[in-house]
């Protein structure tokens, strides 16, 4: 059974930091391409960050230079470290597994920034 399973969201003030984390389990962890994906109320569901299985990242223009997507592979754990972080970041944040088109989700994290 495949799992992703995010945790790490809260309440923050602007300015203020969050880590992110999806845990996953159930696939090979390695092999995938992982992805950040957040989605706002009545928003639709945007790509924050992406993190190929070799290492390279891309990152939405909205987040760059404040965010960081990193894996650790012998944990099957991504990590999105969020810096400065804005009212307009406040959204449900979701883990993403790609390979060859087959995609697997995790339940989501709520992110919430006010002050």
């Known amino acids: 059974q495949v799992q992703l399973v995010e945790s790490g969201g809260g309440l923050v003030q602007p300015g203020e930091s969050l880590r992110l984390s999806c845990a996953v389990s159930?696939?090979?962890?390695?092999?995938?391409?992982m992805q950040w994906f957040r989605q706002a109320p009545g928003k639709q569901r945007e790509l924050v960050a992406r993190?190929?299985?070799?290492?390279?990242?891309n990152y939405a223009d909205s987040v760059k230079g404040r965010f960081a997507i990193s894996r650790d592979n012998a944990k099957n754990t991504m990590y999105l470290q969020m810096n400065s972080l804005r009212p307009e970041d406040t959204a449900a944040y979701y883990c993403?597994?790609?390979?060859?088109?087959?995609?697997?989700w995790g339940q989501g994290t709520q992110v919430t920034v006010a002050s």
């Open positions: 159930g696939i090979i962890f390695r092999l995938h391409s």
């Open positions: 993403n597994a790609d390979m060859n088109g087959v995609n697997y």
């Open positions: 993190i190929f299985s070799g290492g390279i990242t």
